[in-house]
């Protein structure tokens, strides 16, 4: 690993450890919703519960799947059939709740005819989460993978930021030949989208803030990550942040801290743990950033990745990735999310 990245992360750690641990809740933010456009998003919505839900895109548009055992529900098309409401996309379904959705869903699944199912190969996948608040980050939150980069362990979480730009799809592209970079490299992460706004909350209730989990990948150039203590630049490029193909709702997934976790560039497998090797789990990671800053419905928090990211390997056998390459990343319970680099 060359000296510049290892200088910038053990400035991250040595910084996140001179941090006190104890911090003031914050006054208006936990009565006051915050704003996203022109909506508002409701503290504490009906959270959906024992689906897997998708978005798939129409034009510059996304709408409501739910995957099913007949495929595909097209909840449009459904509410349409039924004369009934419902939401439009994942994100509806995050920031307003339910809204019926569980009851159309098994009413369909009790006799509605074929033409509302739709078959899975066939759909064009957008983001499972398109209008997120705010994308919070966490750096070296694998123990092993803080060995791998010489890093000593974080005494507290490492906080970093992508912004909207970087979200993509599942079967998306990420134009790595339109960014002024060489070093990509791949972190399949567990990522979190919270279902209710959170602000100071304990560790023993955080999950219950929790609407669901989803496969990420948090897309890296290490060059401009590298360029100085801040690593932004190298993380929130257009297409960094792929996310899918599914959300599913926490019921569903249980324990978020025992799930195995891979990722595979062309067929091979570069990383393979397990969500317990994390230094800092769901629930301490929610309840430490509450602290800091209110967490609404919608927000989505990448855990951080395991060990055998490129850029932990010895510097003679860094082999970037490059256009062409394609690229699996795949979490117990949470399906594949693909995508190929340009």
Request: aromatic content about 6%; hydrophobic content about 40%.
């Amino acid at each position: 690993m060359d000296e510049s990245r290892r200088g910038f992360l053990k400035t991250a750690v040595a910084a996140s450890a001179a941090t006190a641990v104890t911090f003031p809740e914050p006054a208006a933010a936990q009565t006051m919703p915050t704003g996203s456009g022109s909506e508002l998003r409701s503290a504490s919505p009906v959270m959906a519960r024992g689906l897997t839900l998708l978005n798939m895109r129409q034009g510059d548009s996304a709408a409501l799947g739910v995957k099913t055992d007949r495929g595909v529900l097209d909840v449009a098309k459904a509410a349409a059939t039924y004369k009934v409401g419902a939401p439009r996309t994942t994100d509806d379904v995050i920031q307003n709740g339910d809204q019926g959705l569980g009851a159309l869903v098994a009413r369909a699944l009790a006799g509605a005819p074929a033409d509302l199912f739709l078959d899975e190969s066939k759909i064009e996948y957008a983001p499972a989460v398109t209008r997120p608040e705010k994308i919070v980050c966490v750096g070296l939150n694998y123990a092993r993978h803080a060995r791998e980069t010489n890093n000593p362990i974080p005494k507290l979480p490492i906080l970093f930021n992508k912004f909207n730009n970087a979200l993509n799809s599942h079967k998306g592209t990420v134009r790595v030949s339109a960014v002024p970079a060489e070093q990509f490299d791949y972190e399949a992460e567990l990522v979190i989208v919270m279902g209710r706004r959170a602000s100071n909350v304990s560790e023993a209730d955080a999950l219950s803030y929790v609407m669901g989990y989803a496969t990420g990948n948090d897309f890296t150039a290490r060059d401009l990550q590298s360029r100085s203590s801040q690593w932004m630049i190298g993380k929130t490029n257009n297409g960094f942040a792929p996310i899918g193909p599914y959300l599913v709702t926490a019921d569903l997934v249980g324990d978020p801290n025992t799930l195995k976790i891979e990722c595979l560039v062309n067929g091979g497998v570069r990383q393979s743990s397990n969500t317990n090797d994390m230094v800092f789990n769901c629930a301490q990671i929610i309840s430490y950033a509450s602290k800091l800053f209110t967490l609404e419905s919608g927000d989505i928090i990448f855990t951080g990745t395991p060990e055998g990211v490129i850029a932990g390997y010895a510097k003679d056998k860094q082999v970037w990735l490059k256009p062409g390459d394609k690229l699996v990343t795949r979490i117990e319970k949470l399906g594949n999310l693909e995508f190929a680099l340009t």
